[in-house]
């Protein structure tokens, strides 16, 4: 078994969430509902990166920071319309999904 974290995000609907996801190049893994109109537990994955997007209350706070390191945080930058910034440690950007939770994106100078 391959061990990891998997970081859960509060979103308020799920499948308005998912193209905004989309275009930092996730793509839907699976959906769960214990009944057909009970909120949404999703799986986004970038390559070896897995993010869950929960409507469930409950599973996470608004506002959640997440890190992400990618080769081209540039590319990135120009699908979002912003300018990346040099840090000591990288080449960085920071978004807000729908939902207002933080995604600092970057890419380390080695």
Do not use: C
């Not at 986004?44 to 599973?59: K, N």
């Not at 920071?94 to 970057?106: C, H, Q, T, V, Y």
Request: zero cysteines; glycine letters at 6%; hydrophobic letters at 40%.
């Amino acid at each position: 078994m391959h061990e990891e974290v998997i970081p859960v995000l509060r979103v308020a609907d799920a499948a308005a969430a998912l193209p905004w996801y989309e275009r930092l190049g996730f793509t839907k893994q699976w959906e769960h509902r214990f009944e057909p109109h009970f909120p949404a537990f999703v799986e986004v994955a970038r390559g070896d990166m897995r993010i869950f997007l929960s409507e469930h209350t409950g599973d996470a706070r608004p506002d959640t920071l997440l890190y992400l390191r990618l080769r081209d945080v540039d590319g990135i930058a120009a699908e979002f319309g912003v300018t990346p910034e040099d840090q000591p440690w990288a080449r960085e950007i920071e978004l807000r999904d729908p939902d207002g939770n933080r995604l600092r994106i970057g890419t380390p100078f080695d």
